[in-house]
Structures are given as C-alpha cells and as structure tokens.
C-alpha cells in the first residue's frame, strides 16, 4: 500500500512549501497528496494538490519576465466534479534474462491539463512514489 506523498516532503519546492501549507489550513482543507514539477530550464514550479475540496494547481513563477523578479504564487481550486480525464497508463518491459523490470507511469488528467510521467528508476519528480501517491488520490475522488 502507497503513503500519500505530502507536500512537506518536496525537497524540490523550498520554502514555497510553507506558503502552500498556510493556504491549505486557511482553506481548512485536508491534503491526500501532493506532485511537485520544475521546469528544468527556468525552475518554474507546478504544483498539484489533491485535497477533500478538490484538486489545487499551483504555479510558481517570477511576477515578471525577468527571473530576478519576485516570485508569485498562484492557484486554482478545481473541485472534484470538473477534474476530467484521469486516467493511469503504464509500460513495462523485461530485460531478455527477465530478470530486472523497468516500469514507466503515466497519469493524465484532460481538465485542468495536467501530463505527469515517472518510471521505476525515477527519483524525485520522477519517482514511481511520487506519482502513484498522487495518482492513487486523484483517481479516488474524481470519479
């Protein structure tokens, strides 16, 4: 059984975790899971929360178009009933001795568009953890 990945747990988000932590006890609502993405070119944050009220899409980005500007951080509450197309894909293969499996997930969700990807050698973002934690509470509530 999967431990929900919670967003206390994101090395990758810094101290935008504490913000996102006030936001959710302002909201009073209860986190299931979280999943973390950096662009690995500019470091912008999408970070998605699958609560009791629904799921929360965080972006973290610079107010401006220089990356030296302030940092914002803006989210949209998606209530359950209009997350749409949740779906789980899977892949895996054997290697010839069938000994050792690869195994690459993916968790797609149509509406708010949202692509995560992560495999069985995958660490952080990529982690199967990660992604199945979310996945298995997103699948859940949006039914």
């Given at each position: 059984m999967l431990r929900d990945m919670k967003i206390g747990e994101w090395d990758a988000?810094?101290?935008v975790r504490g913000l996102v932590q006030v936001q959710l006890g302002k909201l009073g609502a209860a986190e299931y899971a979280t999943h973390v993405t950096r662009h690995p070119e500019s470091g912008r944050l999408r970070i998605l929360v699958a609560t009791d009220l629904g799921l929360l899409d965080y972006h973290y980005a610079p107010s401006g178009s220089n990356p030296a500007d302030p940092w914002l951080l803006r989210g949209t509450l998606n209530r359950w009933i209009s997350v749409k197309g949740v779906r789980l894909?899977?892949?895996?293969?054997?290697?010839?001795?069938?000994?050792e499996a690869?195994?690459?997930?993916?968790?797609?969700?149509?509406?708010?568009?949202?692509?995560?990807?992560?495999?069985?050698?995958?660490v952080g973002e990529r982690s199967e953890r990660a992604l199945l934690d979310f996945a298995q509470a997103c699948i859940k509530q949006a039914r």
């Amino acid at each position: 059984m999967l431990r929900d990945m919670k967003i206390g747990e994101w090395d990758a988000v810094g101290p935008v975790r504490g913000l996102v932590q006030v936001q959710l006890g302002k909201l009073g609502a209860a986190e299931y899971a979280t999943h973390v993405t950096r662009h690995p070119e500019s470091g912008r944050l999408r970070i998605l929360v699958a609560t009791d009220l629904g799921l929360l899409d965080y972006h973290y980005a610079p107010s401006g178009s220089n990356p030296a500007d302030p940092w914002l951080l803006r989210g949209t509450l998606n209530r359950w009933i209009s997350v749409k197309g949740v779906r789980l894909q899977s892949d895996a293969q054997l290697d010839a001795e069938g000994r050792e499996a690869r195994a690459v997930w993916h968790l797609v969700i149509d509406e708010p568009k949202a692509e995560l990807a992560a495999d069985s050698t995958g660490v952080g973002e990529r982690s199967e953890r990660a992604l199945l934690d979310f996945a298995q509470a997103c699948i859940k509530q949006a039914r």
